[in-house]
């Protein structure tokens, strides 16, 4: 017996509900919406379309997936954010709503005619620099990663967005390999989640996402202990930094960069209202 959108979305809803799924609502609309080829405007004007049996089997298998808690953004290879649509692997951490908290912050700080020099450290799929120089048209790009895998997704998803002639990826481990003074903004979403803590995290994220973006030492800082003066060392006078962190992370970071130099070092919080971000700047 064939299916309509709103009864396939409201089934989809209930097996994903009854497997105790953060989200199911929206995740069963996206499923669905990739399934059947449709959009979330045809689920509203048109709820009694009829699925073929073809799309049904396909949603059915996407269900089973993410009730084995593989992430959506797995599933439909793919994920919103910002204003841009990327490519996602199991090879890169999914770009999150609270990561956007950095994109907002530099485009603060960055005027929209301001030609300006960019670098990402742990650049993964592409998400905060892409997402930057689509909304700034004048800026270029540089973002390095320690995984191979990583880059090519990132590269993947800066052609994809046409952004290929202004952004350049490069293999490397943080800053290593730049040159001092270079940059008038630098970007980073490192490893923050203390060792410890990682198995206790969501499967979805434990065991599906790369342990290289998400391990960040005994107490969660390592990443920031090595990057700190290496990010003041590529950062032009009055250049600006914006990394993000942990929760309960904003005094230690802030402390690690102030001490490496910079000046006007603050914690911002995500539309949550908890700890995400540190920007501050090289002294001019």
């Known amino acids: 017996m064939s299916e309509s959108l709103v009864q396939a979305w409201t089934r989809a809803r209930r097996r994903l509900e009854a497997a105790g799924l953060d989200g199911p609502v929206i995740d069963a609309r996206l499923l669905l919406e990739a399934a059947a080829g449709a959009s979330r405007t045809d689920i509203l004007t048109d709820p009694h379309r009829k699925l073929s049996a073809e799309q049904l089997s396909t949603l059915d298998a ?12 797995h599933i439909l290879g793919r994920k919103g954010f910002w204003t841009i649509e990327l490519k996602v692997t199991p090879d890169v951490l999914t770009p999150r709503p609270d990561t956007e908290t950095i994109v907002g912050g530099v485009l603060k700080s960055l005027p929209e005619g301001q030609p300006a020099d960019i670098l990402d450290l742990g650049v993964g799929s592409g998400a905060i620099l892409l997402a930057i120089l689509t909304e700034r048209p004048l800026a270029h790009g540089v ?142």
Do not use: C
Request: proline share 9%; no cysteine; net charge negative.
């Open 143 to 284: 973002g390095v990663d320690i995984s191979p895998a990583a880059l090519e997704v990132a590269r993947e998803n800066a052609a994809l967005l046409k952004l290929e002639d202004r952004a350049a990826f490069l293999h490397a481990s943080w800053a290593q390999g730049q040159p001092d003074g270079a940059f008038d903004v630098v970007v980073s979403n490192p490893p923050y989640i203390p060792t410890g803590d990682i198995a206790g995290l969501e499967p979805e994220v434990a065991e599906r996402e790369p342990h290289l973006a998400l391990d960040g030492g005994p107490d969660g800082l390592d990443a920031y202990r090595g990057l700190a003066p290496q990010i003041l060392r590529v950062l032009k006078p009055g250049g600006l930094f914006a990394l993000e962190i942990g929760p309960d992370q904003g005094p230690a970071v802030r402390t690690l960069m102030t001490e490496a130099g910079g000046e006007g070092v603050n914690v911002v919080g995500d539309l949550g209202g908890r700890d995400r971000a540190v920007f501050g700047r090289k002294p001019a």
């Open 62 to 73: 996407y269900l089973d997936r993410r009730v084995a808690r593989e992430p959506v953004s």
